[in-house]
């Protein structure tokens, strides 16, 4: 740290958990530097971040990994320690950074939690906790001293499938209301949130922005949780219902949703990725046994008008490349986009690649079993894993994306190692998944 661009001084307060957000200015486009802070005799680690490119600068190649779900008891973050040998421009968090559910006794870790955490996280202190003991992890810890973050959040940061205010289970109240303040301010105090986005959390905190490399990508990052209305056909698996194909009803509120299109019709990025958190593509579970039209209503499958909206915002703006990331699933998928997924011959309009879990699920085999009868009945999903724990990461040149899907040997075992399972290709200029 002997060439210093930049320094200052931030005020770490009590009110916010002691964390600071530092807004750095006049830093040069498409740079490396260094970060350090300083408190009294106490030295950090060195941080590292590369800033983005600007708007106009003719880039020839972004690099980056995009994860999602990170239960600290199912396992060790060793697809971290995997991923910081590369040399990515950021990384983005799809959420399930923390997990709110109690911990108790011997984990995947195979240690037993410290006391303290036999409880569901509830209120500030104990969403506050959850977040500490997630960033004590040495692998998570390296992860973002190397690469600059880019983050959204999930259900399991506040409470498992959870809709704007209502809570999973019943409808809005005002214990869910200060519930869910709580667990936003502990994110907003903990994860790598600009200031100038929220100087006051609560109750609500815009965390949907875009990010833009030069000429090559536009990134724009989605809140499916805090604004969308509660599943027009009831929680978890379920029958579609009339509402669904005739409701208001929305997944990512009014507000977003204008944003967004905005966004796609003013986008003159060649590659334009949206990170965001649920299933997209259509999952219908056709099993012997289930009537048709069974879906899982948490994800897009529940908001099929919403994403109907969202994919024609995508064809009518004429988008170039439109490439979805998601989480949330636990499991991986590459999937084409259409209009018409009960239609084999409607074309595919976007790719979507789904990454798989850091950790949660552990070494288990939660999905396969189950999902996976389910794949040939939906052929516009080309690729379908359930029970492998990694994660993706992405080059974008000119003239494709290519992703590289690297799944751990072992999460349970903290000297699992990474290995690239197989490599997914989008086309410039064809949308959908190239294989
Ligand atoms: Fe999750």
């Not at 001084?9 to 916010?16: K, T």
């Not at 948490?298 to 170039?320: F, K, N, T």
């Amino acid at each position: 740290m002997r060439r210093v661009v930049a320094r200052g001084v931030a005020a770490a307060s009590p009110e916010l958990a002691h964390s600071v957000h530092v807004e750095v200015n006049g830093l040069r486009p498409g740079h490396d530097y260094f970060y350090q802070f300083d408190m009294r005799d106490e030295e950090s680690t060195v941080g590292h971040f590369r800033t983005t490119p600007s708007r106009h600068e003719l880039v020839r190649q972004v690099r980056f990994a995009f994860v999602t779900c990170q239960d600290w008891p199912s396992g060790f973050y060793t697809a971290y320690r995997d991923m910081i040998q590369n040399d990515l421009d950021l990384v983005f968090h799809l959420g399930d950074y923390t997990y709110e559910y109690a911990i108790d006794g011997i984990t995947g870790r195979g240690i037993p939690v410290p006391a303290g955490f036999g409880e569901e996280t509830v209120d500030l202190r104990t969403y506050r906790l959850r977040h500490t003991l997630y960033k004590l992890d040495s692998d998570l810890q390296a992860a973002h001293a190397k690469f600059p973050f880019a983050v959204i959040w999930d259900d399991h940061e506040v409470q498992n499938d959870y809709s704007g205010l209502a809570p999973e289970f019943g409808s809005p109240s005002p214990e869910f209301t200060a519930r869910r303040a709580a667990a936003y301010q502990a994110y907003y105090e903990h994860m790598p949130i600009r200031a100038d986005i929220a100087k006051k959390p609560a109750p609500g905190l815009r965390i949907y922005r875009q990010l833009r490399f030069g000429t090559l990508a536009e990134f724009t990052l989605l809140d499916d949780r805090q604004y969308r209305t509660d599943n027009p056909c009831g929680d978890g698996e379920a029958l579609r219902c009339d509402e669904a194909l005739t409701g208001d009803y929305t997944m990512l509120g009014r507000q977003q949703e204008r944003w967004l299109a905005r966004g796609f019709n003013k986008s003159s990025a060649r590659w334009n990725i949206v990170a965001q958190q649920l299933l997209i593509a259509e999952l219908e579970h056709t099993l012997p046994g289930y009537p048709d039209e069974w879906y899982w209503n948490d994800a897009w499958d529940g908001y099929p008008l919403a994403r109907q909206r969202l994919l024609r915002d995508v064809v009518e703006s004429g988008l170039s490349n439109p490439v979805f990331l998601t989480g949330d699933w636990h499991s991986t998928f590459a999937n084409d986009l259409k209009l018409n997924f009960k239609d084999q011959a409607s074309a595919a309009v976007a790719a979507e690649f789904v990454t798989p879990a850091i950790t949660t699920g552990g070494d288990g085999t939660p999905y396969g079993p189950y999902y996976s009868p389910m794949i040939p009945f939906n052929p516009h999903i080309k690729y379908y894993e359930g029970d492998k724990r990694g994660y993706f990461k992405a080059t974008v040149t000119e003239s494709e994306m290519e992703l590289d899907l690297r799944f751990m040997t072992s999460v349970e075992d903290p000297n699992g190692v990474g290995y690239t399972e197989r490599t997914f290709f989008v086309q410039d200029g064809k949308p959908g998944v190239s294989l």
